[in-house]
């Protein structure tokens, strides 16, 4: 028991009335934990005090409507810690009861075990893979450093307020934090504002087992504003040092708060044992007792820290008045802005954006699809303004940057293109945190080997139904000469494999600015273009089908007159030229052969079983050819259908070589075609 636990004051700087409130989001967090038989009580418990005095005089928020465009942003990183945060939402008067939090991490309920965003109301983005929140929060700094910069005007400053978060030893640990805070310094974000819960504990045991680093001057060497605070129950060290914070404009701000794990529990304070488990019945009477706590009755909420807490409603209600009329003045005097920024907030698109999209002819020559992509992008940023991003360093490679965009850097927060460096990762947390924020669609690219270094982030892009763009080059061993450190083999197929994700895979510069077509309207999750760095030949849509398929997801590109084909054809990006070229062989040699272009699983899965059959026919016998690992392909392909792709890693090579040595060309597909129509059943 440390010296700590017998103490029932919080801090002498705390009333009795901040004392009953703090110690109300601790016992909530205690007794949900109980009554659920699992989650996280000490954490919570620790921070009790930073939740009571950033909910209630800090942030700008108000509980009655968690939407509204200008309210602080708050972001639990360590979401083990949920309890914390629904509690503060409940006691600040957010539409969540105590019955809600009565059934913590219950089938359906409105508190599950780690923080959901869209599920519960004022929970502003999902956490629980330690680090990510950390980096949506940098992500939401910029979202509102970028839209502050294009929208306010002198006197008006309609885009205006914090991002808080709280991170642990976990989040820290993690190199994503890394990533997105050392992007976070150097761009400056002053109104972003840290707290690290410097507990010493982790699940194994104390930090020392495995992190010693001095977290303090790792900020500093961000370029951070960096503050310590020596014990978090002292309010008065916190204010002052919320507000030294906000003073500081000029740069990002880190509070180190040193902090005790299960705070108040006699024989489980700072130790790892508050950590993930309930405290027991038994030891949450002594830590109530200890608390000085008045009732032992399970999730007691005494009036007056309710009443207390409440007045958070008061106080959002007037500062959302204030800002309301705020709006009204910038209406009157940049009515076009104040219009364009409502139709940014709402997340509408701009009127006639899909003017822009170019088509490609004939004269357009053969176009590697990064290209295309790079040109469909530079026309369609013009028209789509919320369109902010860049690449991880592969400027050139990915060719992301519209000619008419400069870099987003300090104090030019309303340029467009954001040079992310090599930090994957945090890029797509980052870019989370910018869709989460609103107003902007976010763009980033690298390679499509590297979004491996992305996958926690795109999960949770997919999770929270966030809408972002992966612009993914370097498609396939079609790259080359970098070798199978760079080919992408099982990407593909594991990112298909996110649910709610959306891979496209263009076949030809038209399905190209046919993916960026789906992916701007696509609200509703991620959308990744997988895209080739060598060219690609050009599809004539007056012979072949019409490039609009794409978003179908898969589509007839050439049949065989006279009726059921023999047999299907089916590919995605480059290998398409494959399969167009052996149905014209196999036609030519008596096979009814049908070549279908699938660059979109996923979107071809969400039509309507009678256009699936259309496009491939119930019995029929196919084949399906992708330069990548073959598994997400036998879905489509059917009991005895045939998958033409890699399941090992790729070489270096010139790419055509490597095409031919891995048996991956036309005379190949020609032959196995043959073979699969010459069978009496798909399954012979
Ligand atoms: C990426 C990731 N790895 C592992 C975990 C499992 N996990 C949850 S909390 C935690 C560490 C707990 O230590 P700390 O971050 O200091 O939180 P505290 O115990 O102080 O609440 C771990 C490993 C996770 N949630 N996310």
Known sequence: MSETATSTAVASSASSIDELCINTIRTLSMDAVQKADSGHPGTPMALAPLAYVLFTRHMHHNPADPS??????????????????????????????????????????????????????GVETTTGPLGQGVANAVGMAMGEAHLAAIFNRDGHSIVDHHTYFICSDGDLMEGISHEACSFGGHNKFGKLIGFYDDNHITIDGPTELSYTDDAGARFEAYGWHVQHIADINDLDALDAAIEAAKAETGRPSMIVCRTHIGFGSPHKQDTAKAHGEPLGEEEIKLTKRNLGWPSEEAFYVPEEALAHFRKVRERG?????GWRRQLIGYAKAHPDLAKEFGRRMQGDLPTGWEAAIPTFTKENGNVASRAASGAVLGALVEKVPELLGGSADLTPSNNTLPKSFKSFAPNEYAERYVHYGI???????IMNGLALHGGIIPYGGTFLIFSDYMRPSQRLAALMHQRVIYVFTH?????????????????????????????????????????WRVAIKHKTGPVALALTRQKLGYIDREKYGAASGLAKGAYVLADAPGGDPDVVLMSSGSEVALILDAQTKLVDQGVRARAVSMPSHELFAAQPLEYQNEVLPPGSKRIAIEAAHPMSWYRWVGTGGIVMGIDHFGASAPFAEIYKGLGLTVDKLVETARGLAARRTVTE
């Open 317 to 321: 209600a007037a500062l959302q008045e």
């Open 423 to 429: 930090r994957e990762h945090g890029m797509a947390g």
């Open 68 to 121: 509204w465009p200008n309210r602080d942003r708050f972001v639990l990183s360590c979401g083990h810690a949920s309890m914390l945060l629904y509690s503060a939402l409940y006691l600040s008067g957010y539409d969540l009861s105590l019955d809600d939090l009565k059934q913590f991490r219950q089938w359906q309920s409105r508190t599950p075990g780690h923080p959901e965003y869209g599920h519960t109301p």
């Open 475 to 515: 498609d396939s061993i079609g790259l080359g000469e970098d070798g199978p450190t760079h080919q992408p083999i099982e990407q593909l197929t594991a990112l298909r494999a996110i649910p709610n994700f959306t891979m496209i895979r263009p076949a030809d510069a038209n399905e190209t600015a046919e993916a």
